[in-house]
């Protein structure tokens, strides 16, 4: 059982940044793939960002490839996205994900636990 909790959402200009956080419990932290996901209102679930377990391996949505970078400190059970450059379409709930996979998963079914998510709002 992992369980999740983002932080570090909040309302930015665009053009700014936002850093945020995504502490696990548990003491298996290191064995799971993380995710980045977000939801805008009336829009599904897209992925955002993806991690391996030793945070050697990443990979990215186009749609922010270039401005987000996605890490991780296993000795902090914690996952981070950092977010550069942000735009007014970047506006949505971002949830961290974590799956027991060992591919990398990029769809939201492939994951076993989700956190409860953090609004990011970019004003124009």
């Known amino acids: 059982q992992v369980q999740l909790v983002e932080s570090g959402g909040g309302l930015v200009q665009a053009g700014g940044s936002l850093r945020l956080s995504c502490a696990a419990s548990?003491?298996?932290?290191?064995?799971?793939?993380m995710g980045w996901f977000r939801q805008a209102p009336g829009k599904e679930r897209e992925f955002v960002a993806v991690?391996?377990?030793?945070?050697?391996?990443?990979y990215y949505a186009d749609s922010v490839k270039g401005r987000f970078t996605i890490s991780r400190d296993n000795a902090k059970n914690t996952v981070y996205l950092q977010m550069n450059g942000l735009k007014p379409e970047d506006t949505a709930v971002y949830y961290c994900?974590?799956?027991?996979?060992?591919?990398?998963?990029?769809?939201?079914?492939?994951?076993?636990?989700w956190g409860q998510g953090t609004q990011v709002t970019v004003s124009s």
């Open positions: 548990g003491r298996t932290f290191s064995r799971y793939v």
């Open positions: 994900a974590a799956a027991s996979s060992s591919i990398v998963p990029l769809s939201p079914p492939e994951y076993d636990y």
């Open positions: 991690i391996n377990w030793s945070g050697g391996n990443t």
